[in-house]
């Protein structure tokens, strides 16, 4: 590109947020941060001005050059540039998926958030603590999860609940989205040891701030008043009955959701709110970032090798960003070795007795012709083996495949 060059942009988004601005191209997803003079030189070209006479108003206003090739450069990266010089630019690299506008859920989100709906929400999750007060032996508890004797039926019952459960959160996180108009995507993905689903609304940051709560907490909202809603109808059922002791199943799986939300150390829906009332871009990725330099330097000067010139990448984010980096540096460290032991210590075990007793189920049915038990052990072992399956597809997939930019 040359001073007489001319950039047409894409159609994006400006909104001005805690002294940058959050430039959008909606129809891609992309969203990033840029300085209040890089919004100046989006508008001159925007206005057709030529790249040459850009800088020139810059260092007018401004009384600096600006390096305007690498900041086109970056332009070009993310997929904002449409064409140069009357060029169209090969994009199609840089774009990525925006999602599907769920317009189906429209009608469901003006219902779910409306105030009739926020009441019974508030009246279900206020009964449920009365009814536990004056109902103790409804109190959730993970021994209710293995609720009957057969170890398939607990496994499936469990399994298809959970899915259903997790399948509504997201729906309520979908739901919150489309009330703003923003598009959405679901994938599988994971979290330490764990296989979760997500909801991504990149075009979340085109939202004020105090609306993207809604977003943030649709999810466990849900939770709260499904938990409300499986404690009174446990309650209203005999202690022995087999629907009563599913639904203390259920309720236990639910506090388990809901407790897991609650991990900071992690990218969870609680996270995303903190991330947001800290003022912070990527809380998670940037603190990683910053953990990974200080290891490094640690190792070096352990192995008595000199410094190199390594750059903080603290550096190139906001500096009101560098204090909860390194507060969240401090919860995500412990956070995250004690999942990994917690896992260890009781899923590890899990694992090892579910074999073992299937196992026992499949052969022991196999020898005395009790195949109704060793159909209970093989479906059992199918149904685990089918989600650890899925949980290292996953896992080797998000390692392989290239990062979003």
Known sequence: MDPDSRVVMHDLTFRHEDGEVLVGRPETGVFVAIPEIGAEILTMLGNGMPIGMVGDQLKL????DVDLDEFLDELLAVGFVKAVDGHDTADDGVQQPAGREWNWLAPAAAVIFSWPANALWLAIVAAAPVILIIRPSVLPRPGELYWT????????????????????????????????????RLSLSTRLGDLVMQTRATGLWNVPRRQRYRFYLAGMKWDLFLLGAVILARASLAPAASVSRFLGAASALLVLQLAWQAG?????????????????????GDTVAYLRFRAGTAVRLIRGRPRTARTNPLDAIPRREHAWIKVYAFLMVPGSIAAVGLAVLFGVPFIVHLIRSTGHEIISGSVHGRWAMAADGAITIIFEGSFMALFIVTFIREKTRPRDR
């Not at 995303?272 to 800290?278: A, E, K, N, P, Q």
Request: some cysteine.
């Open 149 to 184: 004797s057969s170890s398939s039926v607990v496994v499936m019952s469990t399994t298809a609940f959970a899915v259903v459960a997790v399948l509504s959160h997201e729906a309520a996180h979908l739901a919150a989205a489309r009330s703003y108009g923003i598009t959405a």
């Open 264 to 284: 900071l150390y992690t990218r969870t829906d609680l996270y995303l709110v903190v991330m947001d009332m800290m003022r912070c871009r990527n809380l998670f």
């Open 61 to 64: 206003a401004h009384g600096a």
